[in-house]
């Protein structure tokens, strides 16, 4: 069956830097889109960023410039990198993964960023 398993969330301060992984297993990694998702307390899970299997990318306008999504299929392993956090982008961080139109979804890591 198809797991995705987070990693590299925490808490860093405003401005800091921080790295998510999200390793895929059970699904041709190679040859689906995988993105990025958030949810902030109260609120509504918000796209972050996708990537194709081609590797272009694609972002919310909240992070352009911040965040960079990418991806090793060999590893299948797509990654988040996120740069000069703030506090609004404190959320549980998800993975999801689209094959044959269905979409899957990993447990989540916390990210808090603290002001």
């Known amino acids: 069956h198809v797991r995705l398993v987070e990693s590299g969330g925490g808490l860093v301060q405003t401005g800091g830097s921080l790295r998510l992984s999200c390793t895929a297993s059970?699904?041709?990694?190679?040859?689906?889109?995988m993105g990025w998702y958030r949810q902030a307390p109260e609120k509504q899970r918000e796209l972050v960023a996708t990537?194709?299997?081609?590797?272009?990318?694609n972002y919310v306008d909240s992070v352009k410039g911040r965040f960079t999504i990418s991806r090793d299929n060999a590893k299948n392993t797509v990654y988040l990198q996120m740069n000069s956090l703030k506090p609004e982008d404190t959320a549980v961080y998800y993975c999801?993964?689209?094959?044959?139109?269905?979409?899957?979804w990993g447990q989540g890591t916390q990210v808090i960023v603290s002001s």
């Open positions: 059970g699904i041709i990694f190679s040859g689906n889109p």
């Open positions: 999801n993964a689209q094959q044959i139109g269905l979409s899957y």
């Open positions: 990537i194709t299997p081609g590797g272009s990318t």
